[in-house]
């Protein structure tokens, strides 16, 4: 069993499937993807600027930036498209019937 700390975002009904969902729940503020029965979970603020990556355009499990069109892989965060050169943060997303649950970051 797991000791590490968890944070409940929201319910998976909440997710639209295919389009990004955004959770401000304490410090985070995160974008959720729901694409074909899987849960990911990045930070909400691209790398690059400014832009919202819960307010991108969502291609299989690319995120493009609403902002300059640089592109993410959610499922590791890595840069596919420039003009992004930082991986986005990524969190592990818990097993959970109902709710999407992420295990926080350990500091
Ligand atoms: S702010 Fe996201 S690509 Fe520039």
Redesign the pocket.
């Known amino acids: 069993m797991s000791d590490a700390a968890t944070l409940t975002l929201c319910k998976k009904s909440d997710v639209p499937e295919d389009e990004g969902f955004k959770v401000e729940k304490d410090d985070f503020s995160l974008a959720v993807f729901h694409v074909e029965g899987e849960f990911f979970v990045l930070d909400d603020l691209?790398t690059?600027?400014?832009?919202s990556l819960s307010q991108g355009f969502l291609e299989g499990h690319i995120i493009e930036?609403d902002?300059?069109?640089?592109c993410f892989d959610i499922r590791s965060g890595e840069v596919t498209a420039p003009?992004?050169m930082i991986p986005m943060r990524t969190f592990k997303v818990i097993d959970d019937p109902e709710n999407v649950v992420i295990e926080l970051p350990q500091e």
């Open positions: 691209c690059h600027g400014p832009g930036c902002f300059h069109a640089g003009p992004c």
